[in-house]
């Protein structure tokens, strides 16, 4: 940055003021809060974070500093809960999105559910087109089925969600079914389950930024994680070859072997409201 675009430093004063002052506020909006999500005390924590963050900008634009605060991305934060202290009936809301990879896959496994149901080749039917195979299988299978198998249907998976929303009461039959998403209230999350790549983005960056990101380890060592090794004491050529035929044998995908699909905690973020 020049220094003609620098701000001054009555400008990064009047910022760290500004911080003391939210500050105050938000002590204050704590002091006097009504019940566990009291929206002035959610309102008084934001306006501290923009401030905070102004200071952190301008403190490092004037004097290439930075502070000791990490302010939270808001999509890291549920809004304040508003629900039923306690819930009579709950709602769970699902999103999974999926790019279909491979059509010919998808139309060749739908055709294979089709045939069965026939009892027998069928030819031409609902599975000759991607939306017919996509209801083929989406009405064979249950979505968790799917999710683990995407690869199977020539389907690359995208990002998904689950939100558990409180309601008052349980709806009638029917009630809800002609739109059953209008009444998503992110106010009424109970908690939420975001599975994303952004994720396992930031998680591999948190891997390089960590304690043991300076240590020197030769990346074409495999290491087999249930042998505890002694730097004292030699390993037989034996004992060498029998670890590799063990790898070699847990790297098969047969019948019980690991999957490719990723697992339930991969890319995997909770979040929950104040309850």
Known sequence: ??????????????????????????????ERRSGE????????????????????????DRHDEV?????????????PYRGPEEANALSVLIRRDYAVAEPQRLLAQAQRVSDLDAGGPG???PADTVHGALGVLFGEFEPDEIASRHKEFGLEEGDST??????DSAAEPGEWLSAPFDQADPHRVICRFDVSAVFDDELDD???DGPDADLD??????????????????????????????DEAGDSDGPGGPR????????????????
Request: charged residues 30%; negative net charge; without cysteine.
């Open 206 to 208: 948190d891997a390089l």
């Open 1 to 30: 940055m020049s220094d003609a675009a620098q701000p001054t430093a009555a400008e990064v004063r009047a910022a760290a003021e500004a911080v003391k002052t939210a500050l105050d506020r938000h002590l204050a909006a704590v």
């Open 37 to 60: 999500d009291d929206p002035a005390v959610y309102e008084a924590f934001n306006e501290l974070a923009a401030a905070a963050e102004e200071y952190d900008e301008l403190l490092y």
């Open 217 to 246: 380890v030769d990346p074409d060592v495999d290491l087999d994680p249930d042998v505890d090794l002694d730097p004292d004491v030699a390993v037989p050529l034996d004992e060498v070859d029998e670890l590799d035929e063990r």
């Open 162 to 167: 689950l939100w558990v929303t409180a309601s």
């Open 123 to 125: 030819g031409g039917g």
């Open 67 to 79: 502070t000791p605060f990490e302010i939270p991305a808001a999509e890291d934060a549920l809004p």
């Open 260 to 275: 490719d699909a990723a697992g339930p905690g991969d890319g995997r973020r909770p979040r929950r409201a104040g309850l």
